[in-house]
């Protein structure tokens, strides 16, 4: 899919990578609650296949403004947010370390594919901005390495070891149900789970100060006011992210209708858009 260049004045989904994945992140960085067992009968939340292929639609939305999430895994631009390409159904960064860990993961499980050759340049431009190395060839060997099952495969599959795993788990302890698990993985998604101020720990940690989860015998509708108001607080700290649409005309729509299972019809709005999966 071809790819328009952002639009300053209409920003969309940049990705925002801490250099620390949750999955490494320091215990003190995300103050994890016991795990807490649903009752019988409870929904699968994201787990739910059907769940799940809407939370992709819906980032989707905002990250490349089309519910068509399985045309990204070609997707590769630089979006001038300064972390190099940003690439894929996520938006894996070559500056940021997550891009660097799929390509190292799909070269163990396909030797010698078309972006084996830039492993020492992913590694040497890790924590920066440059295409050192990567120019000009690396795009279209992203494009042409989509075309390979396994290649899409590896996407999916760090897409849920470090960012949709994670989420899940973490929403699910709080005692959420869908949409507070989806809100999870979009915030990680957008921020990463890195331990600064704007990351994902911090986010929870924030709204943690304002309402307790359910976990904790808080309502859950609260609890996810607060934590859409610290969502929005985090988007406001970078310029990339002060369009907060994907927090106040998608989610809060959802959590003001009452719809904490993320059942569809939905209707929303991202960056002035609408969508609606029926």
């Known amino acids: 899919m071809n790819h328009p260049s952002p639009d300053p004045a209409r920003p ?15 215990p003190a960085a995300l103050p994890l609650l016991r795990p807490s067992h649903a009752a019988p009968g409870r929904r699968a939340g994201l787990g739910d296949p059907a769940k799940k292929e809407i939370a992709m639609r819906l980032v989707s939305s905002a ?34 370390g997550d891009m660097l860990d799929l390509v190292e993961l799909y070269t163990d499980r ?86 600064d101020r704007a990351g994902f720990p911090a ?4 709204a943690l100060r ?3 989860p ?21 988007m406001r700290q970078e310029a990339a992210h002060s369009d907060t649409s994907r927090v106040d005309t998608a989610q809060r729509v959802f959590l003001r209708a009452g719809n904490l299972d993320l059942d569809p019809p939905l209707h929303w709005r991202v960056y002035g858009d609408s969508y609606h999966i029926d």
């Not at 519910?67 to 997707?75: E, G, I, M, N, S």
């Not at 894929?88 to 500056?95: A, D, K, L, P, V």
């Not at 986010?203 to 924030?206: A, L």
């Open 214 to 234: 359910p976990a904790l015998g808080g309502d859950e509708v609260t609890y996810l006011h607060a934590f859409l108001d610290a969502r929005a607080w985090a």
């Open 110 to 195: 396909r030797p010698g594919n078309v972006l084996a050759r830039h492993l020492p340049a992913l590694r040497a431009v890790n924590g920066s901005d440059s295409h050192a190395g990567l120019d000009p060839d690396f795009p279209g060997d992203w494009r042409r390495a989509a075309r390979d099952r396994e290649f899409c495969r590896a996407q999916d599959d760090e897409r849920d070891r470090v960012y949709f795993g994670p989420a899940v788990r973490q929403a699910t302890e709080d005692g959420l149900r869908t949409l507070g698990q989806f809100a999870y993985y979009d915030a990680i998604v957008m921020h990463g789970g890195g331990d």
């Open 203 to 206: 986010i929870r940690e924030r």
């Open 63 to 96: 990250e490349n403004s089309s519910l068509d999430w399985k045309a990204q895994y070609a997707y590769i631009e630089d979006i001038g947010d300064g972390r190099g390409y940003t690439a894929g159904i996520i938006g894996f960064c070559s500056g940021t």
């Open 12 to 26: 969309r989904g940049v990705l925002r990578r801490a250099l620390l994945a949750l999955t490494s992140a320091s």
């Open 210 to 212: 304002h309402a307790r």
